[in-house]
């Protein structure tokens, strides 16, 4: 058991990748909790209970939870960005479970794998964010 | 040389390295934080906490020969984090202060409107109900019937009604002239006085078969000016 989990964990890499990977997971996991149509998210907009104003991220959370439903069109209905910033969670799961499996299995090497993985993860970030600022 | 190069090379610990993970981690999470406009500002928390942890994390590597990569980004990436929370809170702070700004500027105008303001204000109000009235009453006193189309009209009443015409004209062509100061009651004034111009030209247009050539084109001519009026005005 040790030496499984001292494989696992034998490199930084394999590190962020487990934690960044539970914090993404924790995220679906809070949308799979709370219901969209009850509305009882607990993170409030901070942005909106500061300056009264809405922003541009207001429903986001009420989008995953539609989304993690399979309506796509509620999410879309309640906010618009929440399918692409949802689109990219689940890609950051996916990429630190591919990650960690091809440095395990050593079908790259480090420094390469690390690169093709800041490259996705910085294309995927700028593709689903940046539909929000311009 | 290349002894040299490989005693150095694994001579390289651990050493902050758990820190600079940690850092890395909570640094990565701020940073996408960062980016949502609902809880951006929420970020400097764990910005700040990812900042504190590289730190630690640079200086047991400093002290014990670690590798320095890791936390090097780890600090970089919380720094980003901070720095964009940072400006939500400067964003955010800058529209409340605005807002607030904005609700003292009305209290102190609502402060310094004494009664003579409001006196005046009450009768600007009074003034644009009585020109209303009088536009409403205009509007049904409004009978081009008076005179069948193609009727005699004798020169005396001819008279009357152009001069009537006219001056009605000229108010009209006046207060398009100011149009620009935008009153309230200008426009209540204009209405009324459109409707009187409006009731005598289709007087003199029912009369118009039986007209002499001159008062024709006295007529004519008065229609004219109020159209060069309404043209210099862009209407």
């Known amino acids: 058991m040790r030496l499984i989990f001292n494989r696992l964990f034998s490199h930084p890499y394999l590190w962020v990748n487990f934690f960044i990977g539970v914090a993404f997971l924790a995220v679906v996991f809070y949308s799979v909790v709370f219901s969209p149509e009850t509305g009882a998210h607990p993170i409030a907009c901070v942005y909106t209970s500061i300056t009264g104003e809405p922003c541009v991220s207001c429903g986001m959370s009420r989008g995953f939870s539609h989304i993690v439903r399979g309506d796509l069109e509620a999410a879309a209905g309640t906010n618009i960005h929440s399918i692409p910033v949802f689109a990219f969670f689940v890609l950051q799961i996916v990429l630190r479970s591919l990650g960690s499996i091809a440095y395990l299995q050593r079908w790259l090497p480090l420094s390469v794998l690390i690169s093709a993985d800041a490259g996705i993860s910085i294309l995927g970030f700028f593709l689903a964010f940046s539909p929000m600022y311009f | ?235």
């Open chain 2, 1 to 235: 040389m290349e002894e040299h190069q490989r005693v150095e090379h694994t001579a390289k610990t651990n050493a902050g390295q758990g820190f600079g993970i940690a850092g890395l981690v909570v640094g990565l999470l701020a940073l996408i934080l960062a980016f949502i406009p609902c809880v951006g500002v929420i970020a400097i928390g764990p910005g700040a906490i990812a900042i504190v942890l590289s730190v630690v994390g640079l200086i047991q590597a400093n002290q014990g020969n670690g590798a320095k990569g890791l936390i090097i980004a780890a600090l970089v990436v919380s720094i980003v984090a901070t720095g964009i929370a940072a400006v939500w809170g400067i964003v955010i702070g800058g529209i409340t202060r605005d807002s607030h700004r904005f609700t003292e500027r009305v209290e102190r105008m609502v402060e310094r409107t004494d009664r003579e303001d409001l006196r005046r204000l009450e009768e600007s109000f009074r003034h644009l109900g009585t020109e209303l009235e009088k536009t409403f009453g205009d509007m049904e006193d409004f009978d081009p019937e008076v005179y069948e189309f193609g009727e005699e009209i004798s020169d005396e009443e001819f008279e009357q009604v152009i001069t009537e015409y006219e001056e009605v004209v000229k108010e009209l062509a006046e207060l398009i002239r100011h149009a620009e100061n935008g009153r309230a009651r200008d426009l209540v004034l204009y209405s009324r006085v459109s409707v009187r111009a409006a009731s005598l030209a289709a007087t003199l247009i029912r009369v118009g078969p039986k007209l002499t050539e001159e008062q024709k084109q006295r007529f004519e001519e008065i229609n004219k000016k109020y159209e060069e009026v309404m043209d210099e005005a862009d209407i």
